[in-house]
T-cell receptor, first 113, second 119 residues
Framework: GEDVEQSLFLSVREGDSSVINCTYT??????LYWYKQEPGAGLQLLTY?????DMKQDQRLTVLLNKKDKHLSLRIADTQTGDSAIYFC?????????????FGAGTRLAVHP | GAVVSQHPSRVICKSGTSVKIECRSL??????MFWYRQFPKKSLMLMAT?????????EQGVEKDKFLINHASLTLSTLTVTSAHPEDSSFYIC???????????????FGAGTRLSVL
């Protein structure tokens, strides 16, 4: 079945690194994504990783993928108060000729001084 | 680039009325648009997938007569909540993916969402 799981809450101090973890079930997923949602807003694509990659770095963001364990993580270096938001992990499933996204429940990141 | 506009951002309506939500891709053509529903502090649930010029594909448990989807052009999809009731109150979000050849086809770009409150 299709299922994506994330821890629901993470609290970090400003300046520290944040690591948000995600597990997924469908081994045929071609892409995995991280989206950010601020209160009352839509989803902003942060980054994505192709399933044949182990790591992707983009400025303060580092994505690690362990395909064997179906584990995805997002590391935010030097976390700032503006990073406070909900972070959604999503896997891409091919269905009927298009790619359907299956989202986790979201991890609420709280950054405190 | 890849901006998706959703309108209105918020709507309050009386029970029994119909509400139309628009989703537009502003700077790209979208072969496929998706409609999601998000409950408070919950994840996004895919309601339906719409392709330009064809009927939408609804997820299991989503009433197609209740949630009418029209995708008349490569830049516009609409979701109409017919005969809305309080239990339809929710946050509705659309997304759009690029045409083949325009970039990573698997990427979905999201609108800002519409908060529907049915009294």
């Amino acid at each position: 079945g299709e299922d994506v799981e994330q821890s629901l809450f993470l609290s970090v101090r400003e300046g520290d690194s944040s690591v948000i973890n995600c597990t997924y079930t469908d081994s045929s997923s071609t892409y995995l994504y991280w989206y950010k949602q601020e209160p009352g807003a839509g989803l902003q694509l942060l980054t994505y990783i192709f399933s044949n990659m182990d790591m992707k770095q983009d400025q303060r963001l580092t994505v690690l993928l362990n395909k064997k364990d179906k584990h995805l993580s997002l590391r935010i270096a030097d976390t700032q108060t503006g990073d406070s938001a909900i972070y959604f992990c999503a896997e891409s499933i091919e269905s009927g000729g298009y790619n359907k996204l299956i989202f986790g429940a979201g991890t609420r990141l709280a950054v405190h001084p | 680039g890849a901006v998706v506009s959703q309108h209105p951002s918020r709507v309050i309506c009386k029970s029994g009325t119909s509400v139309k939500i628009e989703c537009r891709s502003l700077d790209f053509q979208a072969t496929t648009m998706f409609w999601y529903r998000q409950f408070p502090k919950k994840s996004l649930m895919l309601m339906a997938t719409s392709n330009e010029g064809s009927k939408a594909t609804y997820e299991q448990g989503v009433e197609k007569d209740k949630f009418l989807i029209n995708h008349a052009s490569l830049t516009l999809s609409t979701l109409t909540v017919t005969s809305a009731h309080p239990e339809d109150s929710s946050f509705y979000i659309c997304s759009a993916s690029l045409l083949p050849g325009q970039g990573a086809r698997n990427i979905q770009y999201f609108g800002a969402g519409t908060r529907l409150s049915v009294l």
